[in-house]
């Protein structure tokens, strides 16, 4: 009797530990997919927290707390929250919201302290939360981005700003039929330049302002912090912003 003929995968599995050129066409997606939402705070973080609705004063000490409060929360909730504990409580390769639900379902602790509809509602609450997040955090950076046009051409309506960021979003909007392979492919080497240019843009500011560099001290951000818990709980909305798009890192697992 002859072997039953097992079907041939036509899409070969991926190298489990990529290198070479696959690693870095595989890092450059990334860049685009996962990395973009990240790389786009600076638009509006440091705009709201100095020159919002409730900005504060451009002074040196404040700006050491603010740097401050942004830097530790990338190193605390980006790298070692999302980087160094969630990414490695994966559903057999999957990330996001439903598939930590699912392992939490199939816990002792689940099973022993929570009703499984309780686990069910808190699952499908957390994907609200990312659903709506993806469709505000696109049109936040976009507007952002368009409205320092005013500042090269000051006489520009509002209403043409309104209109060209909506030409952006339906432009962009139209790229998501081309998967997760085709966005990657066009906005990796953007976000790639965009990295580089806010990079360079970094490293010239620190050369002119080099004291700077004392915010990675996170003294500046408990200084700042103590010395006015109002003032500093409103920036901290503002700085807030820096970290949205983490939660991409462990949602697009997979």
């Given at each position: 009797?002859s ?21 870095a ?21 440091l ?14 000490g ?55 509809r ?20 696109p049109?936040?950076?976009v ?7 005013s ?7 509002p ?6 960021t ?10 998501q039929?081309?998967g ?30 080099p ?6 001290l ?37």
């Amino acid at each position: 009797m002859s072997a039953p003929v097992v079907p041939q995968n036509p899409h070969p599995a991926p190298p489990a530990h990529p290198r070479g050129r696959y690693l870095a066409r595989l890092s450059l997606l990334a860049l685009g997919v996962v990395y973009g939402d990240i790389g786009t705070s600076p638009l509006y973080a440091l705009q709201q927290a100095f020159h919002g609705q409730h900005g504060i004063p451009v002074t040196q000490g404040n700006v050491l707390g603010v740097l401050s409060l942004i830097f530790w929360a990338l190193i605390l909730i980006v790298t070692v929250k999302y980087h160094v504990v969630i990414i490695r409580a994966d559903n057999k390769g999957e990330g996001g919201v439903l598939a930590l639900m699912a392992m939490v379902q199939g816990s002792r602790i689940a099973r022993g302290l929570s009703p499984r509809r309780i686990m069910i509602v808190l699952g499908i609450f957390g994907a609200a939360l990312l659903y709506a997040d993806g469709a505000l955090t696109p049109a936040v950076s976009v507007l952002s981005a368009v409205e320092g046009l005013s500042i090269a051409a000051p006489t520009l309506q509002p209403r043409v700003i309104l209109a060209i960021t909506l030409a952006i979003l339906v432009a962009l909007f139209l790229f998501q039929s081309r998967g997760t392979a085709g966005i990657g492919a066009i906005f990796g080497p953007v976000m790639l330049v965009w990295f580089g240019t806010i990079a360079v843009l970094g490293l010239n500011g620190i050369l002119k302002h080099p004291a700077v560099v004392g915010a990675v001290l996170p003294t500046h951000a408990i200084r700042f912090l103590a010395e006015d818990p109002g003032r500093g709980l409103i920036v901290l909305g503002a700085v807030f912003l820096v970290v949205t798009g983490g939660e991409a890192l462990y949602a697009d697992l997979g």
